[in-house]
Each structure stands twice: as structure tokens, then as C-alpha cells.
């Protein structure tokens, strides 16, 4: 089956510590996103990566890093610095078409740090 | 970007038709309007997106005015599994480009009702 999938559906966390979120692909797409997204609210773009060994900030990158050594993975790490980490995390891919948004999306991480 | 302007939610009957309404008056001559929906606690699933011109696919019709200020999402024969966050988002697309995220508000709450 081709798909995106990210895993843990949950995870839960002591504050101050750092913690990595997996986001896979087997879709051959060259592009790779991360958003969050908070409760009653849309997404907000945290990472992107349009070509492995390449990644570009998004709109609220600080206290997140990624790295993409690999085509079909881009993970996440929160770290201490994200001061309010809680939230629903989402990774998405694309094919590289010219100039299309059509992203697909993984099921999404919910992170709960206390 | 240009911006968009969704109603907050709405209802419909299951089995009729859902017809969702995007305001873009700024849209500009070369932004292409893309659907998407997300259900409750899942990743958003891409559903359409259009230049111009009407487009339709298995899943719904976009039907784009002439002046391109507003589109409408049509879901042809609504059902429960419908009831879900629809996202309306303009983005610019450039050639050979295209894989830097999108924006996402907070869109329109559908609700089909039994």
C-alpha cells in the first residue's frame, strides 16, 4: 500500500525533553512537509523539504529542527526550546509536478508534553 | 497569497447536494484555488483544485466564477462520512516549483445531517 505514515499516534512527554517524531513515504514524492495544528485551528507550516539534504523553514520553525537523508523520511524533533509543544502534529508529501500543491497527508501525531 | 473567506459552518441533508462557498476577490491571475478537507482527528485529504475553468472528479465539482473572485465546492450526493473541516487555500503556482507549503485556515465546519 503507498501511503504516508507517521508514527506514534500519541506520545506523551516530560517537559525539557527533546523528542523526534518519524514521518515515512513510499510514494516516490520529492517533497515533504511539516505542520502543527492546534485545537479549532487550521495548519501551520513548521518545515519543508523539497529535495533530500535540503530543507527551508516555515512559518513557526523555532524550537523544531528536521533533517532528510533520505527520500521517503523527514522527521521532527521538538525541542526544550518550543515553548508550548502540545499540539497534533501533521507530515504530508509531494510530487515534484511542475508547481502542484496536491499534498498528501499522513494520519498525524499528537503530542502531549506536561 | 491571496486570502480567502469561508463560512464558519454549515448543515446539509444527507443525500442532497453540499455546496460549499470560498470568497478570493484577490485572487490573482495565475493562483489556483485547492480544496481540501480534513474529518475530526485525521490528516487533510486533498480533494480538488482549479485555474479557470469547472473542473470535476470522482470525489466533488469546483465551479470557479468568471472573474475568478469566488469558487463554489460541490459534493454531488453528501453523506455521514462527508461531515468534515473543508479548507478552501489559493496558492500561486510556479513552474518547476511548487513544494513550499500551504496555508490552511480555519474553513468551513459541513455537518450532513441524517
Known amino acids: 500500500d503507498g501511503g504516508i505514515t507517521q508514527s506514534p499516534k500519541y506520545l506523551f512527554r516530560k517537559e525539557g525533553q527533546n523528542v523526534t517524531l518519524s514521518c515515512e513515504q513510499n510514494l516516490n514524492h520529492d517533497a515533504m512537509y511539516w505542520y502543527r495544528q492546534d485545537p479549532g485551528q487550521g495548519l501551520r507550516l513548521i518545515y519543508y523539504?523539497?529535495?533530500?539534504?535540503?530543507?527551508q523553514k516555515g512559518d513557526i520553525a523555532e524550537g523544531y529542527s528536521v533533517s532528510r537523508e533520505k527520500k521517503e523520511s523527514f522527521p521532527l524533533t521538538v525541542t526544550s526550546a518550543q515553548k508550548n509543544p502540545t499540539a497534533f502534529y501533521l507530515c504530508?508529501?509531494?510530487?515534484?509536478?511542475?508547481?502542484?500543491?496536491?499534498?498528501?497527508f499522513g494520519p498525524g501525531t499528537r503530542l502531549t508534553v506536561t | 497569497d491571496a486570502k480567502t473567506t469561508q463560512p464558519t459552518s454549515m448543515d446539509c441533508a444527507e443525500g442532497r447536494a453540499a455546496n460549499l462557498p470560498c470568497n478570493h476577490s484577490t485572487i490573482s491571475g495565475n493562483e489556483y484555488v485547492y480544496w481540501y478537507r480534513q474529518i475530526h482527528s485525521q490528516g487533510p485529504q486533498y480533494i480538488i483544485h482549479g485555474l479557470k475553468n469547472n473542473e470535476t472528479n470522482e470525489m466533488a465539482s469546483l465551479i470557479i466564477t468568471e472573474d475568478r473572485k469566488s469558487s463554489t465546492l460541490i459534493l454531488p450526493h453528501a453523506t455521514l462520512r462527508d461531515t468534515a473541516v473543508y479548507y478552501c487555500i489559493v496558492r500561486l503556482t510556479v513552474s518547476g516549483g511548487g513544494a513550499d507549503g500551504l496555508t490552511f485556515g480555519k474553513g468551513t465546519h459541513l455537518i450532513i445531517q441524517p
Open positions: 523539504s523539497q529535495i533530500v539534504n535540503d530543507f
Open positions: 504530508a508529501s509531494s510530487p515534484h509536478r511542475g508547481g502542484s500543491y496536491e499534498q498528501y
